[in-house]
Nanobody, 115 residues
Framework: QVQLAESGGGLVQPGGSLRLSCAAS????????MSWYRQAPGKQRELVAA???????EYADDVKGRFTISRGNAKNTVSLQMNSLKFEDTAVYYC?????????WGQGTQVTVSS
């Protein structure tokens, strides 16, 4: 069972920045497919950004140009740099990995954008 540890959430003012990190453990495999999702109150969970095996990152339209997903130097780590945060970015952010067809989720980290 792959375990995911997320960090970096918190409270930030509009226009501010946060950096989320996720580290996957309990596997000997290199994970190519690592993503970030978010779920706002009363809404469905949605994809925010993804690193795929192709190497080209994917972004939701409303975060393009503001968020950047990147792999960490350590094996099986991924970060999400979030800039120019807006009220509507408030949500619980989840790390997601797909390893050989098995999908694993982190426990989520709260991001709150408020003045």
């Amino acid at each position: 069972q792959v375990q995911l540890a997320e960090s970096g959430g918190g409270l930030v003012q509009p226009g501010g920045s946060l950096r989320l990190s996720c580290a996957a453990s309990n596997t000997l495999f290199s994970i190519n497919d690592m993503s970030w999702y978010r779920q706002a109150p009363g809404k469905q969970r949605e994809l925010v950004a993804a690193m795929r095996i192709s190497g080209d990152p994917e972004y939701a339209d409303d975060v393009k140009g503001r968020f950047t997903i990147s792999r960490g130097n350590a094996k099986n780590t991924v970060s999400l740099q979030m800039n120019s945060l807006k009220f509507e970015d408030t949500a619980v952010y989840y790390c997601n990995v797909n390893l050989l067809g098995f999908v694993f989720w982190g426990q989520g980290t709260q991001v709150t954008v408020s003045s």
